[in-house]
């Protein structure tokens, strides 16, 4: 009968475990996601330049060309994004996407290229 006590107890304990170390991680799983959304928006919507730096984008992943834009801080870069500049169209030429979609697309290639 004891034993049964304790091994209840020992279940329960378990049991909670993750629920536990689940909320302590969900900021950096939310960073995590959007990375991950972005990375999928990337391909749709900006590998066709990026990929092969066609037009002299900086290439996804190159950290001598990304390392001077990225000195400039994540708003110059979320503004370019948006409004576009130079051969860089306004969203890419997406203009059905969100600011959102497209910072996250940001925060992804930036996160490739450190
Ligand atoms: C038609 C080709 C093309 C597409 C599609 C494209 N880009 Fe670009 N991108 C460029 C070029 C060219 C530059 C370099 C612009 C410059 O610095 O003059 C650039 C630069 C950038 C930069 C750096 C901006 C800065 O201020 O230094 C970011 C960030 C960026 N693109 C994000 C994106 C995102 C996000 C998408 C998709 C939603 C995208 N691009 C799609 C051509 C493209």
Redesign the pocket.
């Known amino acids: 009968m004891k034993l049964g006590l304790v091994s209840v107890l020992i279940f329960s304990l378990l049991l909670s475990i993750p629920f536990v170390t689940g909320a302590a991680d969900s900021e950096s799983e939310d960073a995590a996601e959007t990375i991950a959304a972005?990375k999928k928006?990337?391909k749709e919507?900006?590998?066709?330049?990026?990929d092969a730096g066609?037009?002299?984008?900086?290439k996804l992943g190159d950290k001598d060309a990304?390392a001077?834009?990225i000195k400039?801080g994540m708003d110059?870069?979320?503004?370019?994004?948006l409004k576009g500049?130079?051969?860089?169209?306004a969203?890419?030429?997406?203009a059905d996407?969100s600011d959102d979609?497209?910072?996250a697309?940001?925060n992804?290639?930036?996160s490739q290229a450190k």
């Open positions: 972005g928006t990337y919507a900006c590998g066709v330049c990026h066609i037009v002299n984008s900086p990304w001077p834009r400039k110059a870069l979320y503004e370019t994004a500049k130079g051969g860089m169209p969203k890419g030429g997406r996407l979609a497209v910072k697309v940001v992804y290639m930036v």
